[in-house]
């Protein structure tokens, strides 16, 4: 896909801000009296009012947890005190499923995913990264049925998963709502919706979710972002209507994530939990970083998508494309920064695979490009997914290992996110590329 197809601009979200105490409290009440009334004439009052009072977004809004299925035990360190991540990003399936290529590459994204798991056995959980769906090429009584062809290749290996959704995942005939429906039928998925409101005001992965040590104990949090963009869906829009969204974390998610960290802190006896972040879009920090040079040998990785696409960029309040950048994302990384994020994982620029590093106020947060795994999407690079190997011990001193795993099974970009990085040098990564197979006949 064109590169100026990534860029998008919104439209006007959120919800009104009712205090929270009085939110929650007319909610209490509401859902006292219906439950009163559960056996009476008015029992169809209480199904209404859980959904009224999630449409407000009160206490339902702003719940500890995320609501996983019973048969879903925490998420744990292994018994050596390590966790793996495989992060695949920009999966893009349901292109053009009327011609022969589409369908096609779409079993090749799954046989990437397949390939990189098949090599990386020890994976304790999947992040799919955004831009799962290209929205734009399917409709909403199909498009949501290409979840089910990754979900069932997770399952099938035992894995649970964890999402953010990308720009391409809304349009006006694909809902990111619709997805994460589709998403949570299947037991595996952690994927949740912890910040309420209305899609394109918001978005909708916005979550967290908590790693246990072997005692129980909460020694790593993964936090999710939805950074929005694409196009209004039919849903919320009405017909073939096209018109961007707001293309970066909104600031009603970042006083949620500043909420919930300061919370887990205190639960934890005032104990800063160290954290990774990943959200579909990069920040402005990802283009300062690359502003600043990305050295093969220190930063080994692909450069290939100069300047990065960041947060903000190409959104237009009178709802055209194409205008600057205009710093929206500064309050998130603001946020990242001050409550402590040891990483930051993105996808969204394909030609990009390296990862660097952001200092500010005296603190670090090292930033990493996933690598681009679906054979959907512009570009021919060589599809892959990064990885990301932690231990507790290592996050004590907030480092942390990465690498890249290509569907040829080479590894590549092998790093140590410590205090000498970007001093440590490694092997330069080659630009190598892959093609769907062409099959002559057609």
């Keep these: 896909m064109p590169r100026d197809a990534e860029r998008t601009e919104a439209a006007g979200g959120g919800y009104t801000r009712f205090t929270r105490v009085r939110r929650a409290s007319y909610c209490r009440v509401l859902l006292v009296v219906s439950t009163f009334c559960l056996l009476g004439p008015y029992s169809q009052l209480l199904r209404v009012t859980i959904p009224f009072c999630e449409q407000l977004g009160g206490f339902i809004n702003h719940r500890h947890r995320p609501q996983l299925s019973p048969l879903l035990p925490p998420l744990k360190f292994k018994k050596d005190g390590s966790f793996q991540l495989s992060i695949f990003s920009d999966l893009h399936f349901g292109e053009n499923a009327w011609e022969p290529w589409g369908p096609k590459q779409d079993l090749a994204s799954l046989g990437v995913i397949n390939s990189v798991l098949d090599r990386e056995p020890e994976t304790d959980f999947v992040v799919l990264n955004g831009d799962i769906?290209?929205?734009?090429?399917?409709?909403?009584?199909?498009?949501?049925?290409?979840?089910?062809?990754?979900?069932?290749?997770?399952?099938?290996?035992?894995?649970?998963?964890?999402?953010?959704?990308?720009?391409?995942?809304?349009?006006c005939r694909l809902s990111p709502t619709a997805m994460f429906e589709r998403e949570k039928r299947y037991k595996g998925s952690r994927t949740a919706r912890m910040v309420r409101g209305r899609e394109e005001g918001v978005g909708v992965t916005n979550y967290y979710l908590e790693v246990q040590g072997l005692d129980a104990r909460v020694e790593m949090v993964l936090w999710f972002f939805d950074s929005r963009g694409g196009f209004v869906s039919q849903e919320e829009g009405g017909g073939n209507r096209r018109k961007g969204r707001e293309n970066w974390v909104s600031k009603e998610v970042v006083r949620w994530f500043r909420e919930m960290s300061g919370r887990l802190k205190r639960e934890n006896g005032g104990r800063s939990l160290p954290g990774l972040g990943f959200v579909h879009i990069p920040t402005g920090a990802f283009w300062e970083a690359q502003k600043r040079g990305i050295d093969g040998k220190k930063q080994p990785g692909i450069n290939g998508d100069q300047p990065v696409n960041r947060q903000g960029e190409g959104w237009c309040e009178d709802g055209m494309e194409g205008c600057e950048y205009g710093g929206q994302d500064g309050g998130f990384m603001e946020a990242v920064m001050e409550e402590g994020l040891l990483g930051l994982f993105v996808g969204h620029?394909?030609?990009?695979?390296?990862?660097?590093?952001?200092?500010?106020?005296?603190?670090?947060?090292?930033?990493?490009?996933?690598?681009?795994?679906?054979?959907?999407?512009?570009?021919?690079?060589?599809?892959?997914?990064?990885?990301?190997?932690?231990?507790?011990?290592g996050l004590r001193l907030r480092e942390m290992d990465t690498w890249v795993r290509l569907e040829s099974g080479k590894v590549v970009g092998r790093v140590r996110l410590n205090e000498t990085f970007g001093r440590d040098e490694y092997e330069v990564v080659e630009d190598e590329r892959t093609h769907l197979p062409v099959d002559e006949e057609n």
């Design 133 to 171: 769906i290209t929205g734009e090429n399917v409709y909403r009584d199909n498009g949501t049925q290409y979840i089910d062809k990754i979900a069932e290749t997770l399952a099938s290996r035992d894995i649970t998963w964890g999402s953010t959704y990308g720009n391409h995942d809304s349009d």
């Design 349 to 393: 620029d394909h030609g990009d695979t390296w990862c660097s590093d952001y200092e500010k106020g005296g603190r670090r947060v090292y930033l990493c490009f996933g690598q681009h795994t679906g054979y959907g999407g512009y570009g021919s690079w060589i599809r892959g997914s990064r990885q990301v190997w932690v231990s507790i011990e």
